[in-house]
């Protein structure tokens, strides 16, 4: 993509409403614009990352076996009372009356529908377990939003819904979330700590929050200090297999919500512990037949009784998962993204936009790096090295390639790698290995 063509609405100033670095960035790269309190348009720039990490999100819940639907974001509040649901959430819920005077909800999760049409086609504990997830936007009517897609009113999440037969196998489903969200954080650059969390409004008794620790953190959290050395792999795994040892091997080292947190009872020395902020990426419960025995979703035996469905739901906020990275992943020029989620491989610079070589060398480039299947945004514009410069930084491509005067009569291009800031001037096919290297 030529940036003289794309539409990229860079800021010049931090804006003032922006109070912490991901808003800021965000806005001044030009990814996302307010259209209402905590309400966002995604433009193209902040498009691309968001469609990175949904895809990442959606391949790691695809290889833990759960199956993908799509639910429709306005539910009816019947389905809310039947789980006795409807009058207890309270403000946060848009509640709305169709023309025909129904009552109806933008909904802010998806526990009582996905529970209304498993009860409606699964019949037989032959039919289990399943798992069935969806990637859609939800709305809850925050009282205060702030912080940018951190904490907005309408945001994309993934939450998928696991049923099982009893709590054994129910057991077996959470421990496969649990897995999948270690493999998709880590495919992303973050660090991830899992800790015990209060099931709150969804309800149950087994709950797991992820949270990157970051200064900008929305809450408390405590962690034994041994977390902050430890690499969280992204690791194969049998999911089929037994995974609880490898549940207890990360749920092993002390770590835990505001909420869960005991000082008096913490295992880990008062000089061992880390207390920071935290930011919520991902929540996983356990709530049993919370939902299933209300509603009537049961299923029939081997010897004709019926029992209700154990449930479990995993959620992660994908729109809030891009704000979660700028905030792991920036300095005092802008974004670095990580390149998993980029919205761009390389951003490619030509320095003299009157110069026919330095054109003529941009464009072939710019040629082969696209049929190379190299993602690449071209500043093709008449503008300033520094206006160009500062653009890259700003919106963090893991590379940018620069193309001069100089190099194009030695042939060679600079290299700058976003991330370490370190610049190379290379042949122009090492330049072109250096960046498609893993």
């Not at 030529?2 to 800021?24: C, G, K, T």
């Not at 819920?93 to 009582?112: C, S, V």
């Not at 390389?346 to 941009?362: E, I, T, Y």
Request: aromatic letters at 8%; a negative charge; glycine letters at 8%.
């Amino acid at each position: 993509m030529r940036l003289s063509q794309y539409f990229l609405p860079l800021l010049r100033e931090n804006p003032a409403e922006a109070q912490i670095v991901s808003h800021r960035l965000m806005l001044r790269a030009g990814m996302i614009r307010q259209s209402s309190a905590g309400i966002y348009s995604w433009l193209p720039l902040g498009h691309r990352v968001l469609k990175r990490v949904e895809q990442i999100v959606r391949e790691e819940q695809d290889r833990s076996g759960a199956q993908e639907i799509l639910m429709p974001t306005i539910q009816p509040a019947e389905l809310w009372r039947e789980s006795g649901r409807y009058d207890d959430y309270g403000d946060e819920m848009l509640r709305i009356t169709d023309r025909h005077k129904r009552q109806m909800l933008y909904g802010p999760t998806n526990e009582e529908m996905i529970t209304e049409i498993v009860r409606a086609a699964i019949k037989s504990y032959r039919d289990l377990p399943k798992n069935l997830y969806h990637i859609q936007w939800k709305f809850r009517d925050e009282v205060r939003p702030r912080f940018g897609v951190m904490r907005g009113r309408e945001f994309l999440m993934k939450d998928a819904y696991s049923f099982d037969l009893d709590a054994t196998s129910a057991k077996h489903a959470y421990n496969k979330m649990f897995v999948a969200y270690l493999r998709t954080f880590a495919r992303m650059g973050l660090k991830a700590i899992p800790m015990r969390a209060d099931t709150g409004p969804i309800g149950g008794e087994l709950s797991h929050e992820f949270q990157i620790l970051a200064d900008t953190g929305e809450s408390e959290v405590y962690c034994d200090k041994a977390w902050l050395e430890t690499d969280i792999l992204a690791e194969e795994v049998d999911y089929d297999g037994d995974l609880e040892p490898f549940f207890k091997q990360w749920t092993a080292r002390y770590a835990a919500t505001d909420e869960m947190h005991d000082a008096a009872k913490c295992p880990v020395p008062a000089n061992e512990l880390v207390a920071a902020r935290g930011i919520e990426v991902g929540h996983i419960f356990n709530f049993g037949t919370k939902y299933s025995k209300p509603m009537g979703a049961v299923v029939s035996l081997a010897d004709g009784s019926s029992v209700p469905l154990e449930m479990g739901s995993y959620g992660i906020g994908v729109s809030r998962l891009v704000g979660a990275l700028i905030e792991a992943n920036h300095d005092d020029g802008g974004i670095i993204w990580p390149r998993s989620v980029a919205p761009f491989d390389v951003g490619l610079v030509n320095l003299r936009g009157g110069d026919a070589k330095c054109v003529a060398a941009a464009n072939e480039l710019y040629g082969k790096l696209r049929e190379g299947g190299v993602t690449v945004l071209y500043d093709d514009r008449d503008e300033s090295p520094g206006a160009k410069f500062a653009t890259m930084d700003l919106i963090g491509l893991p590379w940018q390639l620069i193309v001069g005067p100089r190099g194009v009569a030695a042939g060679t291009l600079e290299v700058k790698n976003r991330r370490t800031g370190e610049r190379q001037d290379l042949p122009v096919d090492a330049a072109l290995n250096r960046i498609v290297a893993p």
